[in-house]
């Protein structure tokens, strides 16, 4: 996650962030894009005329707007943002919005030969294209797209490793194929069928996919005096996404306006619980169950694979869970599940769960908008009841299923089998249907959408490897003193 693309989006909002702070968002937001892009400054796309027309639909969606609703490319950003004021917490519609001008129109995937080619004897490619799609001219091997099928043998069959498969990173990415081209090239989301898991934004090197974000919304609670300031939940995938440690990350979460902390692995005992009870209970009958956490896999089989409906958890995730808890807690404050996922804002409207999401790329941008270093923060606890060392290992694939066995012991009447996807795609969901139709077995299946888990989710902005590193830190560490409730400072 830590590339350009992520670098000049956390500075966007935080000129954003600092307009909502500064309380002159309206006046200032029609320059940034000039301000960014001056006459006589560096440009990443063929002018700086591009750059700024993609800054401004940029905002737009930082607005919670989505681009391709647009009719009137004439109207300014502040009324933009003065309509944005004027709505009542997050955004109807899509979660994710594509801006047209800054896709690229990649060609379609297809396989290519390159000059690695010896043109040797043998000629595998040729002997194995079910097409006749390969032919030889002057001694090199050429792939005529118009009969390639894109299978892929002759890329198998090379010797050389010559052919080469250059995909659309988007539609690669996607699995459930909603991203698709218009005629004119440029990327499309089809929102009957996207389930809102990132990969694509992830995946696009021009960052053409942007969520349709919540931080005016939170910024505007965080700000505003007259408003009830918002209880922050924070996913265990934050645990090394920032310096210092998670102690030190609650602090600076109050210095940024939170009224409380919670610890949303504390949430996941409650799934883990329920999970265990249903998991032995579908060992007597014989059925197979599955995990309840990802939103994106839910939306998948909702929207993809509806027989392996009724094998889903009734679990409620640990977000849900935490926001239920803090609304009792806090019944006239909203809440925040800050985190790593871009689909939770899709289980927060359609489970009434928590009021508004955030990513940890929207957090730094927060951070930094706010002068706040982590690391210089001192450490203060949680308000959520002390949290076990599984439960923070939800961040992480193979983590669910660990904790559910884990709790669940010996009631078990044997040992379950489990199956582990770690990363969805096609072939994930093909055996998300065997099980449903009974030729895969599987007592129980955890399903991450994101390879390696939450922490390497869409919203992350630390490397993979040294936040995984940090959560099994945090998941060790055995003074919890600080996380004990008692320590409430939502006054």
């Given amino acids: 996650m830590n ?51 993609i800054t401004r639909y940029r905002l737009m969606a930082l607005l919670g707007f989505s681009i391709e609703d647009e009719t009137d490319e004439t109207r300014p950003l502040k009324e933009y943002a003065e309509e944005a004021g004027s709505r009542q917490g997050a955004p109807e519609g899509p979660v994710l919005t594509l801006i047209d001008a800054a896709c690229h129109s990649c060609p379609s995937g297809r396989h290519t030969v390159s000059n690695l ?53 988007c539609e690669a990415a996607c699995p459930v194929g909603a991203i698709r081209k218009n005629e ?35 910024a505007r609670d965080l700000l505003d005096p007259e408003s009830e300031r918002p209880v922050a939940l924070v996913a265990p995938a934050a645990a090394g996404q920032f310096p210092g440690g998670f102690g030190q990350l609650t602090t600076a979460l109050r210095q940024a306006g939170f009224a409380a902390v919670v610890e949303v692995a504390w949430g996941a005992a409650e799934t883990v619980r329920k999970e ?10 014989g059925k197979p169950l599955a995990s309840s956490c990802c939103p994106a896999y839910t939306e998948a089989v909702r929207l993809h694979c509806p027989d392996f409906a009724p094998h889903v ?15 009792e807690e806090w019944p006239n404050r909203r809440t925040v599940f800050i985190g790593p996922c871009i689909a939770k804002r899709v289980e927060a409207r359609r489970d009434k769960s928590a009021d508004l999401v955030m990513t940890f790329e929207e957090l730094a941008s927060l951070f930094l908008a706010m002068d706040i270093d982590v690391a210089e923060c001192s450490e203060s606890g949680t308000d959520n009841p002390r949290v076990e060392r599984f439960e923070r290992l939800f961040a992480r694939a193979g983590g669910v299923s660990q904790a559910v066995l884990t709790y669940a012991g010996e009631t078990l009447e044997r040992e379950p089998e489990v199956l582990r996807i770690d990363g969805l795609d096609k072939k994930a969901l093909a055996k998300l249907r065997l099980i449903a139709s009974g030729k895969l077995s599987a007592d129980f299946t955890e399903v991450m959408s994101c390879p390696g888990g939450c922490i390497c989710g869409p919203g992350t902005v630390a490397d993979p490897r040294v936040s995984s590193r940090r959560l099994d830190e945090y998941a060790e560490e055995k003074n919890l003193a600080l996380s004990a409730a008692g320590q409430k400072s939502a006054g």
């Fill in 3 to 53: 590339n350009n693309t992520v670098f000049l989006r956390i500075q966007l909002a935080k000129r954003f962030l600092q307009g909502i702070i500064n309380r002159n968002l309206a006046d200032i937001i029609d320059k940034i894009p000039v301000d960014l892009f001056p006459k006589k400054g560096g440009t990443y796309r063929c002018c700086i005329y591009k750059d700024r027309a």
């Fill in 117 to 169: 080619c010896r043109g040797c004897l043998a000629r595998n490619c040729a002997s194995v294209c079910p097409r006749d799609a390969v032919s030889f001219v002057n001694g090199k091997a050429v792939i005529d797209h118009e009969k390639c099928v894109n299978c892929g043998k002759c890329r198998e069959a090379c010797p050389y490793n010559a052919v080469v498969y250059t995909p659309v990173p």
């Fill in 184 to 218: 004119d090239g440029s990327a499309l989301i089809d929102h009957e069928k996207c389930i809102s898991c990132g990969q694509c934004s992830i995946s696009c090197p021009f960052g053409a996919v942007m969520e349709r974000s919540h931080l005016y919304s939170i």
């Fill in 276 to 285: 265990a009870e249903e998991l032995a209970e579908h060992l007597k009958k």
């Fill in 313 to 327: 958890s009734t679990a409620p995730t640990p977000m849900a869970a935490s926001a239920a808890w803090a609304k």
